[in-house]
């Protein structure tokens, strides 16, 4: 089974930047597609950004997207989420997510999907 823990949240202002790290251990994610979702409080857990396995494909929603980069280093085990032009609307706890149980070189959108979960990392923007 495969532990992740993120890092990288704080407080910022709004326009400001952020980079969240996700370290794997427990096994390689080398073939295992990865996301990002995210919760504020008294909301649904939304959907941020994903990568397929290899890296080659990238996908997001048009809330994050122009503005967030999704990335791996599969050779670290590690996953990362560059975002820019920070918003009080990201105000959130950012969570990493693996699909472990099907290699599919896609990425995958659909929490559901996921198996393996971090703890979280809050990122509070200040408007």
């Known amino acids: 089974q495969v532990q992740l823990v993120e890092s990288g949240g704080g407080s910022v202002q709004a326009g400001d930047s952020l980079r969240l790290s996700c370290v794997a251990s427990?096994?390689?994610?080398?073939?295992?597609?990865m996301g990002w979702f995210r919760q504020a409080p008294g909301k649904e857990r939304e959907f941020v950004a994903a990568?397929?396995?290899?890296?080659?494909?990238?996908y997001y929603p048009d809330s994050t997207k122009g503005r967030f980069t999704i990335s791996r280093d599969n050779a670290k085990n590690t996953l990362n989420l560059e975002m820019n032009s920070l918003k009080a609307a990201d105000t959130a706890i950012y969570y990493c997510?693996?699909?472990?149980?099907?290699?599919?070189?896609?990425?995958?959108?659909?929490?559901?999907?996921?198996?393996?979960w971090g703890q979280g990392t809050q990122v509070t923007v200040s408007s």
């Open positions: 990568i397929s396995w290899s890296g080659g494909r990238t």
């Open positions: 427990g096994r390689s994610i080398h073939n295992v597609a």
């Open positions: 997510a693996a699909r472990t149980y099907y290699s599919s070189n896609y990425p995958e959108y659909d929490d559901r999907e996921y198996d393996a």
